[in-house]
């Protein structure tokens, strides 16, 4: 009997000993996407605007249902949009102050909760199983290949629905005031032209320059073409004798794609749907590196960011991300630099430069109708000019719309860097949004360091093309 | 004289060369474990500038770090969270572990081998394998129970109660208990409960400190199954504030450090509580990490 009421005693230690120490308090319901069994909001226009003659125009009462068209009888009024994204620190600080104002103040009653869910890849690892359990959010974040694996497991909507509705969709001034590049990026030709991701704010692939000791080495102007880059690249290299003071090559593939496009090439075929590696820009934009890397003008830099070695004067030149603009800010600051340094865009064989953009997209899964038009005035609202100025300064990203720039003046001359940046993003271009782009990625940064490591040019990229192509067919048969 | 000779003949059995190359080899791994957490403190104490340069030391130790991390990552909520959930698996972990390796180990039922090679096959799954097929169930569960699992303890916690490497670890040293001490609790009248509870369980506290310590790690390091069952900080655990020191165009490396060295305290004072029983308990159940 003891040995049993022992038993019966850790049995019930075991059950009860948590849930006790678990007494906080109950966890906010997280609203997720509304149940496929809410109201059928398709009744109410005929219940509260029955003597409305049907108009493609907004009904006067705010935010009611549209009576005609593809999202006719779709009522976003009263919904809640949970939007998971990856933003950390000032960013989600913002966001925390800004959303309250946005769910108290706008028409159609959304609310809108913003939750952090950590990195891509931990965002990409929640879809997946959320699109198998059917736990949703109205909104997430996630690069282009990632909307094509969605897509495939039928987990998004077509914003195209959106974005061209008469009633709640885009004006053509306001599709015209969106720089081309950013808002074609999201469209699919793999999925039948499908709008699958709407940008909420880029960043630019750049070269950062220090123009203080390129006008000590007698280049009083930055570089534009590769000829010019190269000369720049040597005459510092030559000015540091140790290998370093040139140019750190930087082998990820939106680089790759980056030196293809300024050399009047893409990595993406013509009608979007498998890749080219082997082109003549990309063959002449590795060739340019090569003899660069081949001359000592260039090295591989391999512990880290190179900014605190583009600070210490280790390179003259280095390749990146625009979001990490405020870090070489802090580098230079850090060593005491005062130097003169800035971003200029990847020098170009084409008459224009032509800019490698990037950045994560918003997308809306598929949920409810309802649930989705809420989740497109959100992404409205966020990319409206007004809120994507305060968005821009807060994070330090590219707006998405030309006409915000003009409500940044201030911060323009303030980061002239960014200014500098901002200025590329007209000549924007895009890499490839196909589903199989993340392990193509891999394998162009083997097959550039292939090509460093003195493979043929020519075989490696066509055996890069080769195997993106076939990495693609295997995952979009 | 007579008496030293011993001494002489023992000190110069000590300055084998072999004890010398053993002593050597051991340093050297020694530091070789000791460096990441010397470099971890080291890297805790300076500014950004020098986190992400090439600097070995702080020139003035940044203490504030500390306090930065602590606060930016909201590092109270997390803690309060890690503790709870560890306890309530270490918690399960011993009760069903225990029962389930007692049974594996002690009591012969049909097909114990085959289900026990089964259980010890899940231990060749790789973690994401499962996360899908888990998250399906937990969502399931809540869906139909009192509470909700997703972003809430159960989902956190019920899914790591019964370890298949816990239940081997056990298993393992129940088994080279003596046939003579179950054979002794049947004469006194015992049953397998009595004999579980008086007999297996007061020998095996190495093995259940091992246990307990596996566990506590496991629950404490997670990071990729708690974030995606949660979907607010209110049950997230202490890993997740080290995220937030991660954004697209870097890291804060200095505060990342500051935090993981907040983070592993608790993991090395359960280690010091329990580093006699759970040597004890890996030298007896012939497991090596």
């Not at chain 1, 931990?122 to 974040?141: C, F, H, Q, W, Y």
């Not at chain 1, 050399?263 to 890749?275: A, I, K, Q």
Request: hydrophobic share 45%; glycine share 8%.
């Amino acid at each position: 009997m003891k040995a049993r009421t022992l038993l019966a005693f850790v049995i019930i230690l075991a059950l009860v000993v948590p849930m006790v120490v678990a007494c906080k308090p109950e966890p906010t319901p997280t609203p997720t996407a509304a149940p496929p069994t809410a109201v059928p909001s398709t009744e109410e226009p005929a219940t509260e605007a029955p003597t409305e003659a049907p108009t493609a125009e907004p009904t006067p009462e705010p935010c009611a249902p549209a009576t005609e068209g593809p999202l006719a009888g779709v009522d976003p009024r009263g919904q809640t949009v949970v939007w998971w994204h990856q933003h950390t620190g000032g960013r989600q600080e913002w966001l925390d102050q800004v959303i309250p104002e946005f769910n108290a103040t706008n028409e159609c009653g959304i609310t809108l909760v913003a939750e952090y869910q950590g990195g891509y890849n931990d965002i990409r690892d929640k879809m997946n199983a959320g699109i198998a359990s059917g736990e949703l959010p109205g909104l997430v974040v996630g690069y282009q290949n990632d909307q094509a694996f969605y897509a495939l497991a039928g987990g998004l909507a077509d914003i195209n629905l959106y974005i061209d509705d008469p009633v709640w969709g885009l004006t053509p001034e306001e599709k015209a005031d969106f720089y081309p590049a950013f808002l074609e990026q999201g469209v699919h030709p793999a999925f039948g032209g499908a709008r699958l991701g709407f940008p909420p704010n880029r960043s630019v692939e750049v070269i950062f320059y220090n123009n203080t000791w390129g006008e000590e080495l007698g280049f009083p102007n930055p570089p534009t073409t590769p000829e010019e880059f190269r000369e720049i690249a040597c005459a510092a290299a030559a000015a540091n004798g140790d290998g370093t003071g040139g140019f750190i090559l930087r082998d990820d593939a939106s680089a790759v794609a980056a030196w293809t496009f300024a050399f009047g090439g893409n990595v993406l075929t013509e009608d979007g749907m498998g890749y080219v590696y082997n082109g003549q820009a990309t063959i002449d934009a590795m060739t340019f590196l090569k003899q660069l890397y081949d001359d000592g003008c260039a090295y591989f830099y391999t512990e880290g960011y190179p900014n605190p070695e583009f600070a210490a004067r280790r390179a003259i030149f280095t390749m990146g991300s625009s979001s990490g603009i405020p870090y070489y800010q802090s580098d230079m600051e850090a060593v005491g630099s005062t130097d003169t340094w800035s971003v200029i865009p990847v020098p170009h064989t084409t008459p224009e430069p032509v800019q490698n953009i990037y950045g994560g997209d918003v997308m809306i899964p598929a949920t409810t109708p309802e649930t989705q038009l809420a989740a497109w005035l959100v992404i409205k609202w966020f990319t409206s000019p007004q809120v994507q100025a305060e968005w821009c300064r807060v994070s330090g990203y590219f707006p998405t719309r030309a006409s915000t720039t003009e409500l940044l003046t201030d911060y323009l001359d303030e980061n002239p860097q960014w200014a500098q940046a901002v200025a590329l993003l007209p000549y924007g271009t895009y890499e490839p949004q196909l589903i199989s782009y993340q392990s193509v990625r891999d394998a162009v940064t083997q097959a550039f360091n292939a090509i460093m490591q003195g493979a043929d040019i020519q075989a490696t990229l066509d055996a890069l093309t080769e195997q993106a192509n076939e990495l693609q067919a295997e995952l979009m048969p | 004289m007579a008496k030293q000779a011993p001494v002489s003949r023992r000190n110069r059995r000590l300055i084998r060369p072999w004890v010398v190359f053993s002593y050597v080899i051991l340093s050297a791994g020694t530091i070789v474990a000791i460096l990441p957490f010397l470099f971890m403190i080291s890297t805790s104490l300076m500014t950004l500038g020098e986190a992400t340069g090439h600097t070995l030391l702080p020139r003035v130790p940044q203490w504030n770090n500390y306090v930065e991390a602590w606060k930016n990552a909201n590092f109270s909520e997390f803690f309060v969270n890690s503790v709870i959930l560890a306890v309530i698996t270490v918690v399960g972990q011993v009760v069903f572990c225990t029962l389930a390796a007692y049974a594996f180990a002690c009591i012969e039922f049909p097909a114990k081998n085959l289900l026990f090679t089964l259980l010890l096959a899940t231990l060749m799954l790789p973690e994401s394998v499962v996360w899908v097929p888990n998250f399906i169930t937990v969502t399931w569960l809540g869906r139909i129970g009192p509470i909700p699992w997703v972003n809430n303890w159960p989902a956190l916690t019920v899914p790591f109660m019964a370890s298949a490497f816990s239940i081997f670890l056990l298993r393992q040293f129940f088994s080279q208990i003596p046939q003579d001490l179950w054979d002794a609790a049947r004469i006194d009248g015992a049953g397998h409960i009595r004999y579980l509870f008086q007999v297996v369980l007061p020998l095996s506290r190495a093995a259940l400190m091992t246990l307990v310590i596996f566990a506590f790690v496991g629950s404490w390091n997670a990071l990729a199954w708690p974030m995606l069952v949660t979907n607010s900080p209110e049950w997230r655990p202490i890993s997740a504030g080290l995220m937030s020191f991660l954004d697209e165009a870097g890291a804060h490396v200095h505060l990342q450090m500051a935090g993981s060295v907040i983070t592993i305290l608790p993991i090395l004072l359960v280690y010091f509580i329990t580093q006699k029983q759970f040597t004890e308990g890996i030298a007896f159940t012939g497991l090596k990490g």
